[in-house]
């Protein structure tokens, strides 16, 4: 019963902010290397933001250095995107996803995805 559940996207005009929540359930959160990515309709998925391990430093795409933050509470089991002077070219469907291993077997779980439109 895996879960990575998605919430506070929609709509938010240039300059604006967004705060994404993924609520996981299911696995041992707190030893998962927790990420977000994006992708927009006919290209690839890309890697947003994202912990290089479980509880260690983090990395940013280049576009969104500066204005977005990755965070997580492992107490709430919730990783966060926070997005600042959003620009349209953030519009996309935002997937959280979960890397870890259990028991020396490797896991990846994704979020459903929550979309971010920035228009004015």
């Known amino acids: 019963q895996v879960q990575l559940v998605e919430s506070g996207g929609g709509l938010v005009q240039p300059g604006g902010s967004l705060r994404l929540s993924c609520a996981a359930s299911g696995f041992t959160f707190s030893s998962y290397v927790m990420s977000w990515y994006r992708q927009v309709p006919g290209k690839e998925r890309e890697l947003v933001a994202g912990f290089t391990s479980a509880g260690g430093s983090t990395n940013y795409a280049d576009s969104v250095k500066g204005r977005f933050t990755i965070s997580r509470d492992n107490a709430k089991k919730t990783v966060y995107l926070q997005m600042n002077s959003l620009k349209p070219e953030d519009t996309a469907v935002y997937f959280c996803?979960?890397?870890?291993?259990?028991?020396?077997?490797?896991?990846?779980?994704w979020g459903q995805g929550t979309q971010v439109t920035v228009s004015s």
């Open positions: 996803n979960a890397e870890g291993q259990s028991y020396g077997l490797g896991y990846e779980y």
